[in-house]
């Protein structure tokens, strides 16, 4: 493959400029996948074409290491383009990131994985979700399970919420293992025999994803493909999950841009001018600039934050990083239902995009972290400090 847009620019600003070029056929592809709940392929396929999904390779091999700074503002663009599509590749530029700076998997394995990410564009993601245990950051153990046989683990389960099973070419799954009860991920190939998905993603919300069912009967991976151990209890900070509000931030921004667009059109015969003139709209539109703006400042701040510290420090900010998406995601909710109010009935309208951006926004609220899980957690925190 060879990158002929964003790997041979040097600054954040020039790959941002190219990505926001870029991304505006999504926009029109959108209504069409969100009608059909079909998977965008051809929009991934022009993100590999750009080298997009080779940004958070590491350097050492190949890649550019972007910061995630960048990675949550690139986000932010294919968001406001596509939600579906920006989610979707979202789980693989974070987890990338994540494996590059958290060295977790072993090295040979991660290599030859980066390796085809830059040569084949080859995707992964995390499948942890399962029907009995719910959101893996509940700490439900899974069902799914792996026995050791003759130097090769037979892993057995079902995976929900398996967000871009159309085009994967590797499942990171999580599993237990019957023998000690441990829990480990294992990295699967998508042509392993007995490894199949279910297409069951019938959300009204965020149809785009392709978050099937993954099934997985028997499938056979060699000793070495388990990457890592899963330690119960305390999971280190997870900056890299701010891709999950830098999504929502560019749905809501879309809603924004069309109903202030709607507002300078908009001249029913009552008035003089366009509703944009009058006192109500303008606060309207003020409220949903007012919160864009807090919400990418505390978005981009905390990722700067996080660009800049150590990996002790990064430990610490696990309630910022839970208020980020909480912040982030209720104010999104909120902006396009004030967009609605701005449009009127017709933003009701199956060919509005509003209904499609007020169905989408919602789906963060079930992102993890868990809304009810970062106010506990800031609560703790709080009370720990007035403690020392």
């Not at 977790?104 to 394995?109: C, T, V």
């Amino acid at each position: 493959m060879i990158y002929v847009d964003l790997f041979k620019q040097q600054t954040m600003n020039e790959r941002l400029l190219t990505l926001e070029e870029k991304v505006q056929p999504f926009k029109e592809r959108a209504f069409k996948h969100d009608e059909e709940a079909s998977f965008p392929v051809e929009n991934i396929e022009e993100l590999k074409d750009i080298g997009y999904t080779g940004l958070t390779v590491p350097t050492r091999y190949g890649g550019k290491e972007i910061s995630l700074v960048e990675l949550v503002k690139a986000q932010e663009i294919i968001g406001k383009a596509d939600g579906s599509t920006a989610l979707s590749i979202g789980w693989h530029m974070g987890i990338v990131q994540n494996l590059g700076e958290e060295q977790s998997w072993p090295e040979d394995i991660y290599a030859s994985f980066c390796k085809e990410v830059l040569d084949d564009g080859a995707l992964l993601n995390n499948t942890a979700t399962e029907p009995a245990t719910g959101s893996p950051t509940r700490g439900g153990k899974p069902e799914t399970t792996a026995e050791l046989e003759d130097g090769n683990w037979l892993i057995t389960g079902r995976k929900t919420f398996t967000t871009m099973a159309p085009v994967l070419d590797y499942f990171v799954v999580s599993a237990t293992l019957p023998t000690d009860e441990s829990v480990a991920n294992f990295l699967i190939p998508r042509e392993s025999p007995g490894l199949s998905i279910e297409e069951t993603w019938d959300s009204i919300a965020m149809r785009g994803t392709g978050s099937h069912d993954l099934v997985l009967e028997n499938v056979k991976v060699p000793e070495h493909h388990l990457v890592t151990y899963l330690m119960p209890g305390n999971k280190p900070a997870a900056g890299w999950l701010l891709h999950i509000p830098a999504c929502y931030l560019g749905i809501a921004e879309a809603a924004k841009d069309y109903a202030v667009g709607f507002a300078k059109e908009y001249s029913p015969n009552s008035i003089e001018g366009t509703i944009s003139d009058l006192p109500n709209v303008k606060q309207k539109i003020g409220e949903m600039e007012l919160l864009t703006q807090q919400n990418k400042h505390f978005l981009y701040g905390v990722a700067e934050k996080w660009d800049k510290a150590s990996y002790e420090q990064r430990q610490e900010m696990k309630p910022e990083l839970g208020a980020v998406k909480y912040s982030v995601v209720n104010d999104a909710v909120k902006i396009v239902d004030i967009a609605m109010r701005i449009a009127g009935a017709r933003s009701l309208s199956s060919q509005n995009p509003l209904q499609r951006y007020y169905r989408d926004v919602r789906a963060g609220l079930h992102n993890p972290p868990m809304d009810d899980m970062t106010i506990i957690l800031l609560a703790s925190d709080a009370i720990k400090r007035a403690e020392t």
